[in-house]
Nanobody, 128 residues
Framework: QVQLVESGGGLVQAGGSLRLSCAAS????????LGWFRQAPGKEREFVAA????????DYTDSVKGRFTISRDNAKNTVYLQMNSLKPEDTAVYYC?????????????????????WGQGTQVTVSS
C-alpha cells in the first residue's frame, strides 16, 4: 500500500511558476506508475500528467504540454510537477496518484480508474 502527500501549492500570478511535490510512503515506490490530476471548482477531476516507473516515459494533457514537466526521484520516493507559464485556468486542486505495475514503461490510461492510490490534494490558485 502507498500513502501519498502533496505539497507545494499556493497562490501565484499568471505567468509564474510552482513546483508541486508528492511524497510517498513505502519501500516499493519505483514499482508504481505515477500521475497528476486536477479538479477545478464545479468541474470533474481531469488528467494532467503521468510518468512510468522508470521516469523515462511521460504523458501530458494537451493544455499543459510545453508548460508542465513531471519527474520523479525514486531515491527520495517523490514525484514532482514543475508548472511554468501558469494561467488562471490552471487554478485547481492538484492530486497525486499511483498505481502498481511490473512494466517499466507502462503509463495508465488517462482516466482516474487507472490509479489505485490518491493523495489529499494541494490547492493551486493562479491570479490574473
Amino acid at each position: 500500500q502507498v500513502q501519498l502527500v502533496e505539497s507545494g501549492g499556493g497562490l501565484v500570478q499568471a505567468g509564474g511558476s510552482l513546483r508541486l511535490s508528492c511524497a510517498a510512503s513505502g519501500r516499493t515506490f519505483s514499482s508504481y506508475a505515477l500521475g497528476w490530476f486536477r479538479q477545478a471548482p464545479g468541474k470533474e477531476r481531469e488528467f494532467v500528467a503521468a510518468t512510468s516507473r522508470s521516469g523515462e516515459k511521460t504523458d501530458y494533457t494537451d493544455s499543459v504540454k510545453g508548460r508542465f514537466t513531471i519527474s520523479r526521484d525514486n531515491a527520495k520516493n517523490t514525484v514532482y510537477l514543475q508548472m511554468n507559464s501558469l494561467k488562471p485556468e490552471d487554478t485547481a486542486v492538484y492530486y497525486c496518484a499511483a498505481t502498481y505495475d511490473r512494466r517499466t514503461y507502462y503509463i495508465p490510461s488517462r482516466g482516474e480508474y487507472g490509479y489505485t492510490y490518491w493523495g489529499q490534494g494541494t490547492q493551486v490558485t493562479v491570479s490574473s
